[in-house]
């Protein structure tokens, strides 16, 4: 056996020692210099697949495996913790494989505006832009898909807003505002909507940032003891808040239940929601994440009974709360004026600002139905971020603002995404075509 190969099977077998546990490891050379950092949801299984023989790292990274002769290294609490943890130790010790943190518009940043009235939490590759002066400033981060997921996270604890309103605590119009689909799932707040006062808001931002700066058993340690005063001061409306914080915490890194309003059928269609989520922002090039979708269809036969729907998914999950179903009242045969009506109806109130749009409104069909959908939003004030469509058969996106079409692989993440929410809008606008005609036929 070569003693190259006998060097990577020790560490091979160094690896497979570690604790099952979320960390950061750091290889080190002969020199005990340490040229890599990096984090792992398990720490001996991405540890270990550094050692294995079939071990590909890529051009950059593939000469790091000739030169590790040891490593260390921290275990951590939470995935969320590896992330920070991460990112301080590459600023720090500079490792030759890792890429440099600088302060360019290469790696991603977290902001909190902490100098507005309700403070919004956003990842950004600009931090120095206008719009963040004075802000709290972490970073820079080595991947932005890992600070996405760990924000929403975080927001199921801290239910901080990630939107780009202008919201002010003297702005009296709040209470006319709807809250975006965030707050019935209890991920934010609404401040937009005067649904929490600034003091409580900013008590939950400065929890947050804590959290950030320090160990969940600390904070949770900090959170239990507030609770208990606030409990003393028979304040029970806050300690109840703070009761509810730590048991999100304690389940922070556990993934969406069906008790949650997720509906089981439709999620099977996908393998994983967030890696669709991902691809498909990638393919619209949107910089932003992808929370919310709605997907928008039109059934009927033979022109009648022609019904429109109306499904929503969050996190790339259905929603059914905020399924909606339309009996068309202007056309009787006709696709592209049903759904010029059904857009209408929808969107009258985000097209006059009152509330927020979805971050991509998906509209089943071709180009045509795309464009009847885009008609419909012409003479609103406020227009959609996104609108796409996909089409029957060819299994095309037709993307707003684009003139040709994108044709995705059969297996692409973010086709399958749009895919299963497409299937969802029909399943859910023929059940509610058949209901009409079985009441139509029937006389009930």
């Not at 991920?187 to 900013?202: G, H, I, L, N, W």
């Not at 039109?298 to 499904?311: C, E, F, M, P, W």
């Not at 795309?370 to 996106?397: R, T, W």
Request: hydrophobic share 35%; with cysteine; net charge positive.
């Amino acid at each position: 056996m070569s003693s190259n190969t006998e060097r990577l099977q020790r560490l091979r077998d160094q690896a497979r020692a570690l604790p099952k546990v979320p960390g950061v490891y750091l290889m080190k050379d002969a020199k005990g210099r340490v040229i890599y950092v990096g984090k792992a949801a398990t720490l001996p299984d991405r540890v270990g697949g550094y050692f294995v023989p079939s071990a590909n790292l890529g051009p950059k990274k593939q000469p790091m495996l000739d030169l590790v002769e040891s490593f260390d290294t921290i275990e951590c609490e939470g995935e969320w913790e590896a992330l920070l943890t991460e990112n301080r130790l590459i600023k720090d010790l500079h490792p030759r494989f890792n890429a440099r943190l600088t302060d360019d518009k290469t790696f991603p940043y977290l902001v909190i505006t902490t100098r507005d009235d309700f403070p919004g939490v956003f990842i950004t590759r600009e931090p120095a832009a206008p719009e963040y002066r004075g802000a709290k400033v972490l970073g820079p981060f080595t991947s932005v898909y890992a600070l996405r997921e760990s924000i929403q996270l975080l927001q199921r604890v801290f239910r901080f807003r990630t939107c780009t309103l202008d919201i002010r605590g003297d702005d009296e119009t709040r209470r006319f505002f709807r809250p975006c689909l965030l707050y019935p799932i209890k991920q934010c707040t609404a401040p937009c909507a005067d649904k929490v006062s600034m003091e409580d808001y900013r008590a939950d931002i400065d929890r947050l940032i804590r959290f950030l700066e320090s160990k969940r058993s600390v904070m949770l340690r900090e959170m239990t003891q507030q609770m208990a005063e606030a409990s003393e001061r028979q304040e029970f409306e806050k300690a109840a808040v703070l009761r509810d914080q730590i048991h999100a915490i304690e389940k922070l890194d556990e993934r969406g239940k069906r008790s949650q309003g997720w509906q089981p059928e439709a999620e099977a269609l996908i393998i994983d929601p967030k890696k669709g989520l991902e691809s498909l922002r990638k393919t619209l090039g949107i910089e932003p994440p992808i929370r919310c979708l709605e997907g928008i269809d039109i059934a009927h036969l033979q022109g009648n009974q022609t019904v429109g729907s109306k499904v929503c998914f969050v996190d790339g999950k259905p929603f059914k709360n905020e399924y909606r179903r339309y009996k068309i009242q202007t056309v009787a045969n006709d696709d592209y004026a049903a759904i010029r009506e059904v857009v209408s109806r929808r969107y009258r109130e985000a097209g006059q600002g009152n509330e927020l749009y979805p971050d991509v409104i998906l509209i089943d069909g071709g180009l045509g139905q795309l464009h009847a959908a885009l008609e419909a939003f012409e003479p609103l004030e406020v227009k959609p971020p996104m609108v796409i469509s996909l089409a029957k058969k060819e299994e095309v996106l037709y993307i707003q603002a684009r003139s040709e079409p994108v044709k995705l692989s059969r297996s692409n993440a973010g086709l399958r995404l749009c895919q299963a929410i497409r299937d969802e809008a029909h399943r859910f606008a023929q059940h509610y075509h058949h209901t009409l005609r079985r009441k139509n036929t029937l006389g009930q």
